[in-house]
Nanobody
Framework: QVQLAESGGGLVQAGGSLSLSCAAS????????MGWYRQAPGKQRELVAS???????NYLDSVKGRFTISRDNAKNTVYLQMNGLKPEDSAVYYC??????????????WGQGTQVTVSS
């Protein structure tokens, strides 16, 4: 069994900062790519940022220069530092990880989601 536990999020004023973290636990052999998605009401879920196992990041254009994704492989944890937040960043944020379990091929796992609300 594998679980992704998210923490962080909350309410912040425009221009403020928030930090999200997501820790994977369970019978994990290896974690490949990890990432953060978000979904606002009435909109499709979109990829905000991802990071390879080697640490190479990729960002949604609208968050480049404001958000930073990082990971700690020893802790099976991925982070998202969000600075310069805008009201349009408000959404439920989900972490995502491509995990290989012992004797099981790679599968994608999701966190439970955490609300980020940015007030104007």
């Amino acid at each position: 069994q594998v679980q992704l536990a998210e923490s962080g999020g909350g309410l912040v004023q425009a221009g403020g900062s928030l930090s999200l973290s997501c820790a994977a636990s369970g019978s994990i052999f290896r974690i490949n790519a990890m990432g953060w998605y978000r979904q606002a009401p009435g909109k499709q879920r979109e990829l905000v940022a991802s990071i390879t196992s080697a640490g190479s990041p990729n960002y949604l254009d609208s968050v480049k220069g404001r958000f930073t994704i990082s990971r700690d492989n020893a802790k099976n944890t991925v982070y998202l530092q969000m600075n310069g937040l805008k009201p349009e960043d408000s959404a439920v944020y989900y972490c995502n990880a491509a995990i290989v379990r012992y004797s099981v091929s790679e599968r994608t796992y999701w966190g439970q989601g955490t609300q980020v609300t940015v007030s104007s």
